[in-house]
């Protein structure tokens, strides 16, 4: 077997969120969106393995409802932000394939409404945590308060400049209380969305998914990734740390994604609770009933 391959060997899934850890030298503008970081380098390969996490996180999250029934606290929120076109849906959407529906709680953040606006913006983030026991995905979240909104100018920079302490500062709260953070970038590379967008042009059954407003922000690429920048070396922390997942192919980013939920709820352990009653009591209860 020739060195070259030995070097090259992928490293094994346990470490799928080590591998994709954003450090304090991130820089988003030195990242490969299309490598094949961990796991098959094919798509088939890559989705079947997906597929085959099924029963395995569904038994798990399975274990962590029941641990909420017994008064624990946890629950496992996956965040995920990335450019438009970058997956989001797609990405919820191979969650959904090793997932139970009832165990899931999506929740997507447009724009604040004008009753939002009112609040502070840490509001209406806090109204959609998953309650223990469930699992929790962010389409978009209070990071949009740091990205589009620093990039947009919508609040003076003093303003947006003391949210990445806050920000942090309610993680750790929440995170406190039994919310295991799994915050995701899906990073895909300019060349990858233009092509994307023009494939929703050029697709009437994909029209309905274009904005005119994604080329607006598509022109404004280098301040979001300046942007992005600020928010992940700022905000990733020991109690809810940041990944960046390259995301040009999808299949790959499902894959890299899946596995880190699986890793994670493995990594929680969750436990079913003792009964609080008494077992062979209520056995014979049943059976003389
Ligand atoms: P998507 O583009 O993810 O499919 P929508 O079109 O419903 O979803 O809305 C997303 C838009 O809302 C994005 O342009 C995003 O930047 C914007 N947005 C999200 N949160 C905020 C916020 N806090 N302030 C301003 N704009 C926001």
């Given at each position: 077997?020739?060195?070259?391959?030995?070097?090259?060997?992928?490293?094994?899934?346990?470490?799928?969120?080590?591998?994709?850890?954003?450090?304090?030298?991130?820089?988003?503008?030195?990242?490969?969106?299309?490598?094949?970081?961990?796991?098959?380098?094919?798509?088939?390969?890559?989705?079947?393995?997906?597929?085959?996490?099924?029963?395995?996180?569904?038994?798990?999250?399975?274990?962590?409802?029941?641990?909420?029934?017994?008064?624990?606290?946890?629950r496992?929120?996956?965040?995920?932000?990335?450019?438009?076109?970058?997956?989001?849906?797609?990405?919820?959407?191979?969650?959904d394939?090793?997932?139970?529906?009832?165990?899931?709680r999506?929740?997507?953040?447009?724009?604040?409404?004008?009753?939002?606006?009112?609040?502070?913006?840490?509001?209406r983030?806090?109204?959609?945590?998953?309650?223990p026991?469930?699992?929790?995905?962010?389409?978009?979240?209070?990071?949009?308060?740091?990205?589009?909104?620093?990039?947009?100018?919508?609040?003076p920079p003093?303003?947006?400049?003391?949210?990445y302490?806050?920000?942090?500062?309610?993680?750790?709260?929440?995170?406190?209380?039994?919310?295991?953070?799994?915050?995701?970038?899906?990073?895909?590379?300019?060349?990858e969305?233009?092509?994307?967008?023009?494939?929703?042009?050029?697709?009437?059954?994909?029209?309905?998914?274009?904005?005119?407003?994604?080329?607006?922000?598509?022109?404004?690429?280098?301040?979001?990734?300046?942007?992005?920048?600020?928010?992940?070396?700022?905000?990733?922390t020991?109690?809810?740390?940041?990944?960046?997942?390259?995301?040009?192919?999808?299949?790959?980013?499902?894959?890299?994604?899946?596995?880190?939920?699986?890793?994670?709820?493995?990594?929680?352990?969750?436990?079913?609770?003792?009964?609080?009653?008494?077992?062979?009591?209520?056995?014979?209860?049943?059976?003389?009933s």
């Open positions: 077997m020739p060195r070259k391959d030995k070097a090259k060997k992928k490293p094994a899934a346990a470490s799928v969120r080590e591998l994709l850890r954003v450090g304090p030298d991130f820089d988003p503008a030195a990242m490969d969106a299309r490598r094949v970081l961990a796991g098959p380098a094919d798509k088939a390969q890559a989705l079947a393995q997906v597929g085959a996490l099924a029963g395995e996180v569904t038994a798990l999250q399975e274990r962590l409802y029941a641990e909420s029934k017994g008064g624990g606290k946890r496992l929120l996956v965040v995920l932000q990335g450019m438009d076109t970058s997956g989001k849906g797609g990405a919820i959407k191979a969650l394939r090793i997932v139970e529906p009832l165990g899931m999506v929740a997507q953040f447009g724009a604040p409404t004008k009753a939002e606006l009112k609040k502070h913006y840490l509001w983030i806090e109204q959609k945590l998953p309650p026991g469930t699992i929790g995905i962010f389409d978009r979240s209070h990071y949009e308060d740091v990205l589009v909104v620093r990039v947009r100018n919508l609040v003093e303003e947006w400049e003391k949210r302490d806050e920000i942090n500062a309610w993680e750790k709260k929440w995170s406190d209380d039994g919310v295991v953070f799994l915050k995701c970038m899906l990073f895909i590379s300019p060349a969305q233009k092509e994307r967008l023009l494939a929703r042009l050029a697709e009437p059954d994909k029209r309905w998914k274009y904005r005119p407003g994604d080329v607006d922000d598509r022109l404004l690429w280098n301040d979001f990734m300046t942007a992005y920048q600020a928010a992940l070396t700022r905000c990733s020991d109690y809810a740390p940041w990944y960046v997942i390259p995301s040009d192919r999808k299949w790959h980013r499902d894959w890299l994604l899946t596995h880190m939920v699986a890793e994670t709820l493995r990594e929680m352990n969750p436990q079913f609770p003792s009964p609080d009653y008494d077992v062979a009591a209520e056995t014979k209860r049943v059976m003389a």
